[in-house]
């Protein structure tokens, strides 16, 4: 298999990518809830002659390969939506108020598109080939679910590849972004806040305890932790999103209720600000009388990319797309604020995140993921499914005999 004749392959399927693509997209579901998604990817799986097992709450896994003795190489794809409801200008909107805004539709699309491939060159690939279908990325529970499932055995994964595509990206669609060694993706913590102080009228605030002023104090206080506790080198992120009190404008609540999000590149910085946001919150809350906890739920680690797959997949890539759709991050700096939960695979086995360009903000992709009228260009849909393909099977190539 050329990389030319792979990519001619690619192309052939580009008008079922996008039919699958579009299937995805206006049956949009959310976490671990993909009753339509997953009856989707079964079926098209099933007809391609896989046997995918189930893994976890809702993920799946399917083998190509396994002929010809060799090493094991995951390549993922997320398949949950966001609880948004859709404003894009497409001709094929999601009506339930749930959007592909991250662009999972064509994760899912590109991967059984990698699928078909690699089932047409199945007697060429030197081992295994585990191609991970998941869901509950958006709460960064699913990576986690499956892992516990046992993701990562039978067969044993020696490696793992994830693809992301970004919309108004200023590259041709479809470009590459290889990441340096190192992290690329920070750790992601939520977090609940409960400040519990004593309800009472508006006009007679000396006869309780008022949790609203305790957490504004407190909201304040905890942008101090970046500004005077971290060094200059110390990146992070501290954002409260939500704060829920009260019913009467004249009327002091009972309870005041704060959710926020924490990211961090460094597992110690992650630890010392967990520390120090149930510190300020206590403390503060305790010097206006009130009580306060706080909670952390869902989250993952920081996202590492191994060192030698970082340098195979440049130049697998550089082969497949050429040397200009295929860009270093050393030169173009992609560094995601947003997280990602795959970062739970990478802490296992040697991984890698790759960017995909899909969308030039100068022809109408300007708005960013997560956005309710963010859109994708679903030409690069053929070569991301050779990325996965090309990418696996000659990572497998040079470490057959390894």
Same mark, same amino acid.
């Given at each position: 298999?050329?990389?030319?004749?792979?990519?001619?392959?690619?192309?052939?399927?580009?008008?079922?990518?996008?039919?699958?693509?579009?299937?995805?997209?206006?049956?949009?579901?959310?976490?671990?809830?993909?009753?339509?998604?997953?009856?989707? %990817?079964?079926?098209?799986?099933?007809?391609?002659?896989?046997?995918?097992?189930?893994?976890?709450?809702?993920?799946?896994?399917?083998?190509?390969?396994?002929?010809?003795?060799?090493?094991?190489?995951?390549?993922?794809?997320?398949?949950?939506?966001?609880?948004?409801?859709?404003?894009?200008? +497409?001709?094929?909107?999601?009506?339930?108020?749930?959007?592909?805004?991250?662009?999972?539709?064509?994760?899912?699309?590109?991967?059984?598109?990698?699928?078909?491939?690699?089932?047409?060159? @199945?007697?060429?690939?030197?081992?295994?080939?585990?191609?991970?279908?998941?869901?509950?990325?958006?709460?960064?529970?699913?990576?986690?679910?499956?892992?516990?499932?046992?993701?990562?055995?039978?067969?044993?994964?020696?490696? *793992?590849?994830?693809?992301?595509?970004?919309?108004?990206?200023?590259?041709?669609?479809?470009?590459?972004?290889?990441?340096?060694?190192?992290?690329?993706?920070?750790?992601?913590?939520?977090?609940?806040?409960?400040?519990?102080?004593?309800?009472?009228?508006?006009?007679?605030?000396?006869?309780?305890?008022?949790?609203?002023?305790?957490?504004?104090?407190?909201?304040?206080?905890?942008? @101090?932790?970046?500004?005077?506790?971290?060094? +200059?080198?110390?990146?992070?992120?501290?954002?409260?999103?939500?704060?829920?009190?009260?019913?009467?404008?004249?009327?002091?609540?009972?309870?005041?209720?704060?959710?926020?999000?924490?990211?961090?590149?460094?597992?110690?910085?992650?630890?010392?600000?967990?520390?120090?946001?149930?510190?300020?919150? =206590?403390?503060?809350?305790?010097?206006?009388?009130?009580?306060?906890?706080?909670?952390?739920?869902?989250?993952?680690?920081?996202?590492?990319?191994?060192?030698?797959?970082?340098?195979?997949?440049?130049?697998?890539?550089? @082969?497949?797309?050429?040397?200009?759709?295929?860009?270093?991050?050393?030169?173009?700096?992609?560094?995601?604020?947003?997280?990602?939960?795959?970062?739970? %695979?990478?802490?296992?086995?040697?991984?890698?995140?790759?960017?995909?360009?899909?969308?030039?903000? =100068?022809?109408?992709?300007?708005?960013?993921?997560?956005?309710?009228? %963010?859109?994708?260009? @679903?030409?690069?849909? *053929?070569?991301?499914?050779? %990325?996965?393909?090309?990418? *696996?099977?000659?990572?497998?190539?040079?470490?057959?005999?390894?």
């Amino acid at each position: 298999m050329t990389p030319k004749q792979l990519l001619e392959e690619a192309a052939a399927l580009s008008k079922t990518l996008v039919a699958y693509r579009r299937y995805l997209h206006t049956h949009a579901e959310t976490g671990f809830d993909l009753p339509d998604t997953l009856a989707f %990817v079964k079926n098209k799986l099933n007809q391609m002659g896989y046997e995918p097992a189930n893994c976890g709450k809702a993920g799946l896994i399917a083998l190509a390969g396994g002929k010809k003795k060799g090493p094991v190489f995951l390549i993922r794809g997320d398949m949950d939506a966001l609880p948004i409801f859709e404003q894009a200008a +497409v001709d094929f909107p999601s009506t339930n108020g749930r959007m592909h805004a991250c662009g999972h539709d064509l994760h899912t699309a590109m991967m059984l598109g990698a699928a078909r491939l690699l089932k047409q060159h @199945e007697d060429e690939i030197q081992g295994t080939v585990k191609l991970m279908f998941q869901p509950a990325e958006e709460i960064f529970e699913g990576a986690k679910d499956m892992l516990q499932a046992g993701l990562l055995s039978n067969p044993d994964v020696d490696a *793992a590849l994830m693809i992301h595509v970004i919309a108004g990206m200023p590259y041709t669609p479809g470009t590459i972004i290889v990441p340096t060694p190192g992290i690329s993706a920070p750790a992601a913590d939520y977090f609940t806040i409960t400040i519990c102080g004593k309800g009472c009228h508006g006009s007679m605030p000396s006869t309780g305890i008022d949790p609203l002023n305790a957490a504004a104090h407190i909201l304040i206080s905890l942008q @101090e932790i970046q500004a005077r506790e971290l060094a +200059v080198k110390d990146l992070a992120v501290l954002t409260i999103g939500t704060m829920h009190a009260g019913t009467a404008a004249n009327v002091i609540p009972d309870t005041v209720v704060m959710e926020g999000t924490l990211r961090t590149y460094d597992e110690q910085i992650r630890i010392f600000i967990k520390e120090r946001i149930k510190q300020i919150t =206590e403390g503060i809350a305790g010097a206006f009388r009130a009580r306060a906890t706080v909670a952390f739920g869902s989250g993952c680690p920081a996202l590492a990319n191994d060192e030698e797959l970082c340098l195979y997949t440049e130049t697998f890539l550089k @082969e497949l797309l050429g040397e200009k759709k295929t860009l270093s991050a050393s030169k173009h700096p992609q560094k995601a604020s947003g997280s990602e939960d795959f970062a739970y %695979v990478s802490q296992r086995v040697s991984s890698i995140m790759l960017s995909m360009a899909a969308g030039q903000p =100068e022809k109408g992709y300007c708005y960013p993921q997560h956005h309710p009228m %963010v859109t994708f260009d @679903e030409q690069i849909l *053929a070569e991301g499914s050779a %990325v996965y393909t090309y990418t *696996a099977m000659r990572w497998l190539e040079a470490h057959s005999t390894v």
